[in-house]
């Protein structure tokens, strides 16, 4: 079973579109997470869910919007896709926020290519 | 604000060689610091982790981190390099009182030479 899917893993699409990436993990944990790694490799927080409540947005532009139908699920959408938009998303969960000292378990990634 | 520096982007050993990848932080306490590992195209495994207990860390793959207050360090060792250590290395911190927000630093990609 895997711990913290991602899909799709790899989304090609046009600068002004509108998509989505879903993520689901079956660990039971309180928290998800959605980060941005870019071309460099360069990975940073843009948003953490706990208890489907938003704890962190980093400065991400409102066109990213998560959105957590139940503590399993933490969906990414993005509106009017632009090029700076490509990079590799990840999501992660962890248990109990407040305690950060917590492994946080990471998906596969979704490699976002805008053209 | 919590910072974390990794000193060389690209470190090459020799297989059965010493791998060293060093990792310093700026907190104005001490933090909890993460080793991840990331294959390629794959997402983010954690190799260790420091939380105030031992000041060394030992992980998965014989990996093993030493943290040391007045260097600011927790550099990442292991004794013995394997062709499968190839990959992508994050040094990650998190402050006691960030509420579970990971920052890390900019990766060390580690080759290993047959």
């Known amino acids: 079973d895997t711990a913290v899917s991602q899909t799709p893993k790899y989304l090609v699409t046009q600068m002004g579109n509108d998509k989505s990436i879903k993520c689901e993990q079956n660990?039971?944990?309180?928290?998800m997470y959605w980060y941005k790694q870019d071309s460099k490799k360069f990975l940073k927080i843009m948003f953490s869910?706990?208890?489907?409540?938003?704890?962190i947005n980093e400065t991400v532009p409102n066109r990213f919007s998560p959105k957590s139908p139940d503590k399993a699920h933490l969906n990414l959408h993005i509106n009017s896709l632009e090029l700076g938009d490509s990079a590799v998303y990840f999501c992660?969960?962890?248990?109990?926020?407040?305690?950060?000292?917590?492994?946080?378990?990471f998906g596969p990634g979704t490699r976002l290519t805008v053209l | 604000a919590q910072s974390v520096t990794q000193l060389g982007s690209h470190v090459s050993v020799s297989e059965g060689a010493l791998v060293l990848l060093r990792c310093n932080y700026s907190?104005?306490?001490?933090?909890?610091l993460f080793w991840y590992v990331q294959y390629p195209n794959q997402g983010l495994q954690l190799l260790l982790k420091?939380?105030?207990?031992?000041?060394l860390v030992k992980g998965i793959n014989g990996f093993e981190a030493e943290f040391k207050k007045s260097e600011t360090s927790f550099h990442l060792t292991k004794p013995s390099a394997h062709m499968s250590d190839a990959a992508e290395y994050f040094c990650?911190?998190?402050?006691?009182?960030?509420?579970?927000?990971?920052?890390f630093g900019k990766g060390t990609k580690l080759s290993v030479k047959p």
């Open positions: 660990l039971g944990h309180d928290t």
């Open positions: 869910y706990n208890n489907k409540e938003l704890i």
């Open positions: 990650a911190v998190s402050d006691r009182g960030s509420q579970g927000n990971l920052i």
């Open positions: 992660a969960s962890s248990l109990e926020l407040a305690r950060s000292y917590n492994e946080q378990f």
């Open positions: 420091y939380t105030s207990a031992a000041t």
């Open positions: 907190s104005s306490v001490p933090p909890y």
